[in-house]
């Protein structure tokens, strides 16, 4: 019996409570889409029955046979082995040491790829959103913590043993506040919506007349509060100059260093769009090595949101 062309690919996104799950063609092009609760908390055995199901079910909807499927990929967070499919440590699942990749592909009966989460979004958003027309780029996510993924000539870099690219735990202020890896002054303190909304509730508390008061308490505050005044409260203006001052040289350390042709940005605040990326891209031009006239690097909104990690897990098996 002559074996079914292999034409379609399968990504799968692991959050703490929820899994992503994605069946498309090579252009992207999504057949189906799903999730489900993860269910780490009762083992990796049990998340991967979970996996499995959805893979399931995203194949009944789509009405596509498993067997034509090139294979499965996998973004998790956490420190992954990709050359092994295996969660080193997850914290957030309560994994360690986990075989992923092996225990997915013997409920599915598929080969399996296993990346970092923010490794599959940065990867779905070159491929497939804001940097598919570009060889060489970086994604930025600004939510909980500062994490990212690096793209170099259209392929992820993942560094020694799939271990590198913590964009976020890179030090842009020595001797700064105190970062949950050890460090002090890291990327991920400054340019977060954690750190953000740290910073708004501090200036909020210090001047009591800000209009932010309006619709803000401190206890309300989230990454857009700064930016909707702004234009018209002196304190919100001091917060967001804060802020884009240090998300831009973290951009311009990473643009210096690896010289993309474009930054994208996603998480939370990015959502601010030319609020947030034209101050930023207008520092970074300013402090970009060597000037913009040869190799310039633009600045701009991700355009994929929650959809760019399964869509990057499913572009593993395009590499």
Not at 93 to 106: H, T
Not at 164 to 185: A, D, L, S
Not at 248 to 275: D, H, K, Y
Request: contains cysteine; neutral net charge; glycine residues 14%.
């Amino acid at each position: 019996m002559k074996e079914a062309a292999k034409k379609y690919y399968i990504g799968i996104d692991i959050g703490g409570m929820t899994v992503k799950g994605i069946i498309m063609e090579r252009d992207g092009s999504p057949l189906a889409q799903g999730s489900i609760a993860t269910g780490s908390k009762d083992g990796g055995n049990a998340m991967c029955i979970n996996i499995a199901a959805l893979i399931s079910k995203m194949a009944d909807e789509s009405k596509i046979n498993l067997s034509e499927a090139v294979g499965v990929g996998v973004g998790c967070p956490g420190l992954i082995d990709s050359k092994n499919g295996t969660i080193v440590f997850a914290g957030n699942l309560g994994l360690e040491n986990f075989p992923l990749g092996k225990a997915i592909s013997n409920k599915v009966g598929l080969p399996v790829k296993v990346t970092n989460d923010a490794n599959a979004a940065a990867l779905g958003e070159a491929k497939f959103g804001a940097g598919k027309e570009y060889s060489d780029s970086i994604l930025v996510t600004l939510g909980t913590g500062v994490g990212g993924g690096i793209i170099i000539d259209g392929k992820l870099f993942e560094g020694g043993k799939s271990a590198g690219t913590e964009i976020g735990h890179t030090v842009i202020e020595t001797n700064g506040y105190p970062c949950t890896c050890g460090r002090w002054g890291c990327f991920e303190c400054y340019a977060s919506a954690t750190a953000l909304m740290r910073k708004t509730k501090d200036a909020m508390e210090e001047d009591t007349g800000s209009e932010m008061w309006k619709t803000y308490t401190p206890q309300t505050v989230s990454g857009k509060t700064p930016f909707e005044y702004a234009e018209t409260d002196i304190a919100a203006k001091q917060v967001v100059d804060w802020y884009v001052k240090h998300l831009a040289c973290g951009i311009t350390n990473l643009a210096n260093v690896f010289r993309p042709q474009v930054v994208m940005l996603g998480g939370g605040v990015s959502e601010q769009g030319e609020r947030l990326t034209v101050p930023v891209q207008r520092l970074v031009d300013k402090e970009l090595f060597a000037g913009t006239d040869f190799a310039p690097v633009k600045v701009v909104k991700a355009s994929l949101g929650s959809r760019a990690g399964a869509y990057g897990a499913a572009a593993l098996w395009m590499e």
